[in-house]
């Protein structure tokens, strides 16, 4: 390893440190720590910005950006307050059902949309509700960013890791369905049982406040009934393009900003207003984060930790398989997992061709189940739960790196050990 590799290495782990013990702003943290890649030349302007392969996911950014304009303009027209009156009825004021309620609609629209535009949507339906019947708000966000990454898995379109994999490996949406989505309802039921266990403390039931909810009327939420329609036109428009990528061939990034940009110009929605709503914290903390990932990609880092790993397994498949999995998921827990699987998947094509016949394609299943699930364990392991933690911070309820934490690792040993068993019996036997 490089001397550059090294001191990549020592800033990566100094600003991980920063983010997680919160000594300083988590955005501040990874601005600092890719300004210090490029410095001391782990990177250059022309890989981390430029690039074909540049460090900064620019479609993970305005993917983000274009969505939250959308959000900011649906906010306007009263139609979270109306979904937090219908669902907090629909429990009947049940804190628990509520949670199941919102978990099971946050996973399936996951993987209809994509993780990052579910959790854009579900969160302020969240703070409203859990507003009106009394209830901490961060337990239900936390579970509905883990809900977005199960859920995700289940589909080619679902979590932005899986559409590299679905690149690299030639699989289409079939694929994932039928290889993947089967386990993520098991691993949903798993979850939802969990919270119940995880998250009890939350479930503190008023009676009355239940009752004032069951009084209401949601269809008085609606503010602006022209509005309300011209948005949902647009973001059925958007999600659409979205399932039509292989016909369209138009990035999501590039989809939402045309939606952002439809809704800002054809409404009387002020554009001030509009971009008010993004959160450009949570957009800079993404771009110092991928620098920073960049960086260890550039100097070899993350290459020689994933051909450590192939080397280890020696050419046998189920071993690779496993350590595909569990290793995966340790990885991704601790670098975001879109670039993590942008850098390993060369590597398992090769392993893939290398065993040929059919059963090789079991480690693309492994990478994605590891990646995404892995993703569960900490507040930056995935795109959603950094936009969720943002969202939180923005609304004065901030969520710690290590109150995510706590139960993102249970969460992710529980899924992965059931996924463990589904991979070997399906794949391996």
């Not at 649906?74 to 949670?99: C, D, H, S």
């Not at 996973?107 to 339906?125: E, F």
């Not at 089967?182 to 009676?207: E, K, Q, S, T, W």
């Not at 999600?239 to 939402?256: D, G, I, K």
Request: hydrophobic share 60%.
């Amino acid at each position: 390893m490089t001397v550059t590799a090294v001191l990549a290495v020592a800033v990566f782990l100094g600003a991980y440190t920063l983010i997680a013990t919160e000594k300083i702003h988590r955005t501040a943290a990874a601005l600092g720590g890719a300004a210090i890649m490029l410095a001391i030349h782990a990177t250059d302007a022309e890989a981390a910005f430029f690039s074909e392969h540049a460090g900064i996911d620019w479609n993970v950014i305005f993917l983000l950006l274009g969505m939250m304009i959308i959000v900011g303009v649906l906010k306007q027209t009263g139609v979270f307050e109306y979904l937090a009156i219908w669902a907090a009825k629909r429990a009947r004021g049940r804190p628990y059902r509520l949670m199941v309620l919102l978990v099971v609609i946050t996973a399936v629209a996951s993987a209809l949309l994509d993780n990052v535009t579910t959790v854009l949507l579900i969160a302020p339906v969240t703070f409203l509700v859990c507003e009106r019947l009394a209830l901490p708000v961060v337990p239900f966000l936390i579970a509905e960013a883990m809900a977005s990454n199960i859920g995700g898995t289940a589909t080619l379109v679902g979590d932005p890791p899986n559409i590299i994999i679905a690149s690299r490996g030639g699989l289409t949406f079939n694929d994932f369905l039928l290889h993947l989505a089967p386990l993520v309802v098991v691993l949903m039921a798993v979850f939802v049982g969990l919270c119940r266990i995880l998250f009890r403390n939350a479930f503190r039931y008023d009676p009355e406040r239940a009752a004032e909810i069951m009084e209401l009327d949601e269809r008085e939420a609606i503010a602006d009934r022209r509005l309300l329609w011209q948005s949902l036109a647009v973001l059925a428009l958007v999600m659409t393009a979205f399932v039509l990528h292989p016909v369209l061939h138009y990035e999501p990034s590039v989809v939402a900003l045309l939606g952002a940009g439809v809704l800002v110009a054809a409404t009387r929605v002020r554009t001030q207003d509009a971009i008010g709503e993004v959160e450009w914290p949570t957009l800079v903390f993404f771009a110092g984060l991928f620098v920073m990932v960049g960086a260890l990609v550039e100097t070899g880092v993350i290459g020689q930790i994933s051909r450590a790993a192939a080397d280890a397994t020696q050419g046998r498949l189920a071993l690779t398989g496993m350590v595909l999995l569990w290793g995966s998921a340790a990885i991704s827990a601790i670098v975001d997992n879109i670039p993590y699987v942008a850098t390993m998947s060369p590597i398992v094509a090769d392993l893939v061709q290398a065993g040929g016949g059919e059963q090789a394609q079991v480690l693309w299943w492994a990478l994605a189940l590891g990646a995404d699930l892995g993703g569960n364990a900490t507040a930056v392991g995935a795109a959603a739960n950094v936009v969720v933690v943002g969202i939180a911070a923005r609304n004065g309820t901030p969520i710690s790196f290590w109150t995510f934490t706590r139960y993102g690792l249970i969460v992710t040993a529980v899924t992965i050990a059931v996924a463990t068993p589904y991979v070997w019996l399906r794949y391996l036997m």
